[in-house]
């Protein structure tokens, strides 16, 4: 298992150092990212990103989230809204936080204070976004309201292929 582990860190920082994005898309591992200039509802802001050959982001770790705020963070002057959504959803299964694209389990959160509260009395919170005022921590939002999409795909490597998902190899 070590020596596997070995195989796919060198795969890592193999696609950081050859792996490219396309115009539009800022590289940061094995992953390129997007914030859309326009503002969407949840679906359509899934859709949007499809468009490039991306989905909405996942955030699965410190490194990623903390990533993903300093280029929130650096481009969040230009936000039309102060909120940015994200891939996940709970809305097949109330209070069941999952990525939309993969169908796995979040178990990685960085709520705001006092979120996830589904709307409170309204109950219809049921899509994640990224609260600007709130340094880019999480809130359950309502899919209809209008946020911005950032799209993630996966870098392309020299040799034309998009990346192997290396989390779903990991497990
Ligand atoms: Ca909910
Ligand atoms: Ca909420």
């Known amino acids: 298992m070590e020596a596997f582990k070995t195989v796919i860190a060198s795969l890592l920082i193999f696609m950081s150092t050859y792996g ?3 115009p539009g898309f800022f ?19 899934m859709h949007l990103c499809e468009v490039f050959g991306a989905s909405l982001a996942t955030v699965e770790n410190d490194q990623k989230d903390l990533y993903i705020k300093g280029l929130l963070g650096r481009l969040g002057a230009s936000l ?3 909120e940015v959504w994200l891939g996940g959803t709970d809305m097949l299964n109330e209070g069941e936080w ?4 993969t169908f796995q389990k979040i178990t990685y959160f960085r709520w705001a204070p006092n979120e996830p509260n ?5 109950s219809n919170q049921h899509c994640l ?11 359950d939002n309502t899919c209809t309201k209008l946020a911005v999409p950032l799209c993630e795909r996966p870098v392309d490597l020299p040799w034309g292929k ?8 990991i497990g």
């Open 20 to 22: 490219s994005c396309p």
């Open 162 to 169: 998009e990346a192997v998902n290396t989390e779903q190899i």
């Open 98 to 101: 999952m990525w939309a694209k």
């Open 27 to 45: 590289h940061h591992q094995d992953s390129c990212y997007a914030l859309l200039p326009q503002t969407a509802t949840w679906s359509e802001a």
């Open 80 to 82: 039309p809204t102060r």
């Open 118 to 122: 589904n709307g409170a009395a309204a």
């Open 129 to 139: 976004g990224m609260e600007k005022d709130q340094d880019f921590k999480w809130d």
